[in-house]
């Protein structure tokens, strides 16, 4: 019984982590971590948008990249290889998403329709492409992963201001950016590592598929230290939660560090980038439950 039990529980974690749900939950847990120092009023249908937009984005980029993830995963359990499939879910979440925007004016749902459509623009083909293999944004190899990491950290942090109508102490909303920032761009920087055998199949050139392992390695290593550094200028300056920080910072940087280390000799990289999210997540997590009980 256990070990049917344990083989189920299995399964759906792959299903899962194949399908990368856990991805839609990570700009809750962002903007409530970061809330703690915004103290910004967020109603719980603005935790709701904001992963409903997620959804569309990046359910969106399931589609764009049916070429690349037909090599780099397996197809059982993953629901987005399904073109029908993945349009209803973008179909209903951009509902689901347009409505709760609508309650907070035309004005901000016509600034979450742009930030929407700058953001998709990491996948869709541009129409001054110069050749298919420069078709998008993602193939351009050193644009690809700073791309993604501003669409993650730019948006996040100041549509909770336009949401409630305030302007943000700008040297918080700066540093809080350059952190998320640091986050997104190292795992996307070790997903690429992961995926080098879709994205050349797929001509997309990323920094991991065309400079050595060392080159990923110290790059991931000023990363963390840019990242870190600038959290801590956060917190030495008061313009972030003191002992949120704290926890973060004395968890995360050894973790990521040796994390980098380990993953970058691993032949398990698949498991092992999801994992790097979740745990990242559990680290934040832990940090905002004690800056809420303690803080």
């Known amino acids: 019984m256990i070990t049917i039990c344990g083989a189920r529980l299995q ?52 589609i764009t990249d ?10 059982k359990g993953h629901f987005f290889a399904n073109l029908q499939v993945a349009l209803s879910i973008c ?14 004016g035309w004005g901000f749902l016509i600034y979450s329709l742009v930030v929407n459509m700058l953001m998709n623009l990491y996948s ?15 193939q351009y190899r050193y ?45 996307e920087l070790l997903w690429d590592v992961r ?33 870190s550094v600038t959290y801590l200028v956060g917190l030495v300056t008061g313009v972030l939660a003191l002992l949120q920080g704290l926890l973060f910072l004395a968890a995360w940087v050894p973790y990521a560090w040796m994390f980098a280390d380990r993953y970058l000799k691993s032949d398990s990289k698949l498991a092992l980038s999801h994992r790097f999210v979740v745990l990242q997540a559990v680290i934040a997590l832990s940090a905002l439950v004690a800056q809420l009980v303690l803080g």
Not at 127 to 134: E, H, N, T, Y
Not at 222 to 227: K, L, M, N, P, S
Request: glycine residues 2%.
């Open 11 to 62: 399964a759906v974690g792959e299903i899962l982590l194949t399908n990368r749900f856990h991805l839609f939950a990570l700009p809750v847990l962002l903007t409530a971590f970061w809330n703690q120092s915004m103290r910004l009023p967020l109603d719980w249908q603005y935790y709701v948008m904001i992963t409903a937009s997620v959804v569309v984005s990046y359910v969106y980029n399931q």
């Open 124 to 138: 869709m083909p541009m129409p001054w492409a110069v050749r298919p293999s420069l078709s998008r944004i993602k």
């Open 66 to 75: 049916r070429d690349e993830d037909a090599i780099n995963y397996d197809a």
């Open 91 to 104: 179909v209903v979440a951009s509902v689901v998403g347009v409505s709760l925007a609508l309650r907070a």
């Open 195 to 227: 995926d080098i055998e879709g994205d050349l199949r797929a001509q997309v050139k990323t920094i991991a598929n065309t400079h050595s392992t060392r080159v990923v390695r110290r790059i991931s290593r000023v990363v963390i230290a840019v990242t």
């Open 143 to 187: 644009v690809k992963n700073a791309f993604a990491a501003l669409c993650w950290s730019v948006p996040l942090l100041v549509t909770p201001h336009v949401y409630v109508g305030s302007w943000p102490q700008w040297s918080q909303l700066l540093v809080m950016i350059v952190v998320t920032f640091g986050l997104d761009y190292l795992s």
